[in-house]
């Protein structure tokens, strides 16, 4: 078993961004109809290539989509702005 690498957020709602919303934003979608998970690949962490990949298909969604980013807000931020592009506006 691994120890932790004190990398837990604080908290502290006031400084939230998109990646204190990705669960609300994945349970939108899925009450969409959409299907959408979000994951980090630690072979790609170790390799310091973007470990975070949003996939997306199904429902209103045409055709499937993914995002990558180097953390959860900027993967989840591409995400959004590819959701949108893709005519679902999430209330996000």
């Known amino acids: 078993m691994t120890r ?4 837990w957020p ?14 609300l934003i994945l349970q939108w979608l899925g ?11 630690a072979e790609r962490l170790r ?4 470990a975070w990949t949003f996939a997306a298909g199904g429902g209103p969604l045409a ?6 980013g180097a953390s959860v807000a900027q993967c989840m931020g591409a995400a959004l702005l590819r959701l ?9």
């Open 47 to 50: 390799e310091g290539r973007p």
């Open 10 to 23: 604080a908290g502290d709602a006031a400084h939230g961004g998109v990646e204190d919303a990705a669960l």
């Open 4 to 7: 932790a690498k004190g990398r």
């Open 84 to 92: 949108r592009e893709a005519g679902l506006a999430v209330p996000f």
């Open 63 to 68: 055709t499937g989509l993914r995002a990558d």
């Open 31 to 41: 009450e969409q109809g959409v299907d959408a998970m979000i994951r980090v690949d």
